[in-house]
């Protein structure tokens, strides 16, 4: 046996030992305060000897009632004849302990110069002790099953939470590979409407564009990422508007530094960004401004995307498209009611995304 395998089971075997001592040593201390209460004289040693001799009889015993009990455990088979083999184990249990029990106590009356015969302490055992060691059976036989199914709960519990990790991990990736081709379809819409107006500002889109999907290919994956990855990923993707926009676009990035390593969604930016594109700045003749901040607040990462365009009507259709819905999906998976995402208009105009998520970084 290597050493690997000895030591869980020296722990195992030393704990098994202390259990019955302390099972031993308290019986002990009742034997002995009965005794001089009704004027029958013994000492803590006879006491703790006697009582010892008893139980670690019925810790060596109960090692093979482990084994039964798992082996017909009471789910198993008809239960009739699950209750009947442990009523004829719990009788051979009973009738083995009262047999080592004796052969012990002719040992013990060996050692102390009173010789008894092996029936004149048979006989008194049997009478004395079958109806307990009886329930002894009973009680190894159910902490035994009482265990087996605490295992057994644990282990369905772990097995729970690995299934809702995965199922969680599935989903972000399903909504994470939405969200790239419906990116890469719109810059590709943008390239092909310039090839009719400006050739050259579609070939510098395409150059973009390959590098951008190049970062794209080179990621693990991975449902988060830095925030300081985010805006570098982002700010590839703002040069292909900008060639788009001409000089339509204004963009500010500001982000604190204590934040720029923090844990954010994958491509948790971009689709606020493109939104405010599409409905803030498209639409619009003038200069369309764009506003990204990032900032801790209380110990949640806050990320704001601001635009100057028309903002929210009042009534009417939101501007939820599949970028705002698919963020919307992932926050809820990756952190339930930790997160807050909200859109509300900007009293000098436009539209402000506000995401706030618990800060945490790689380390933490």
Known sequence: MSTRTLAPSLIRGSGWVALWTLVGLAIASEIYLSSNFLGRSITWGEAISDSLEDWYVYGLLSLPVVWFARRYPPERGSRWMTAGLHLGAAVAFSLVYIVVRTLIGEADSWIGGEAASYGEIFH?????????????????????????????????????????????????????????????????????????????????????????????????????????????????????????????????????????????????????????????????????????????QEGNLVLTVSDNGAGLPAEGPNREGIGVANT?????????????????????????????????????
Not at 193 to 203: E, G, K, P, Q
Not at 341 to 350: A, C, D, H, I, S
């Open 328 to 364: 919307r999906a992932r926050l809820a998976e990756l952190y339930g009611a930790q997160q807050k995402f909200e859109l509300v208009n900007r009293p000098e105009g436009g539209l402000c995304v506000r995401i706030t998520i618990p800060f945490s970084t790689s380390t933490t």
């Open 124 to 296: 008194p055992l049997l009478v004395r002790t079958l109806p307990f060691s009886l329930l002894v059976y009973g009680v190894i036989i159910s902490v035994s099953h009482a265990l087996d199914y605490y295992g057994k709960y644990n282990e369905r519990t772990v097995q729970t939470l690995e299934l809702e990790k995965h199922l969680t991990e599935a989903r972000l990736q399903a909504l994470l590979h939405q969200l790239k081709p419906h990116f890469l379809f719109n810059t590709l819409n943008g390239i092909a409407s310039l090839m009719h107006t400006d050739v050259d500002a579609a070939d510098r889109m395409l150059v973009r564009l390959s590098e951008l999907l190049r970062i794209t290919m080179s990621q693990t994956g991975a449902p988060q990422t830095t925030l300081r990855d985010e805006i570098a990923f982002l700010e590839r993707y703002l040069d292909i508007e900008k060639i788009r926009f001409h000089n339509r676009l204004d963009v500010t990035i500001a982000i604190d530094e204590e934040v720029i390593d923090a844990q954010v969604p994958s491509l948790i930016l971009q689709p606020m960004v493109e939104n405010a594109m599409r409905h803030g700045i498209e639409p619009n003749a003038r200069t369309g401004r764009i506003e990204l901040r990032g900032a801790r």
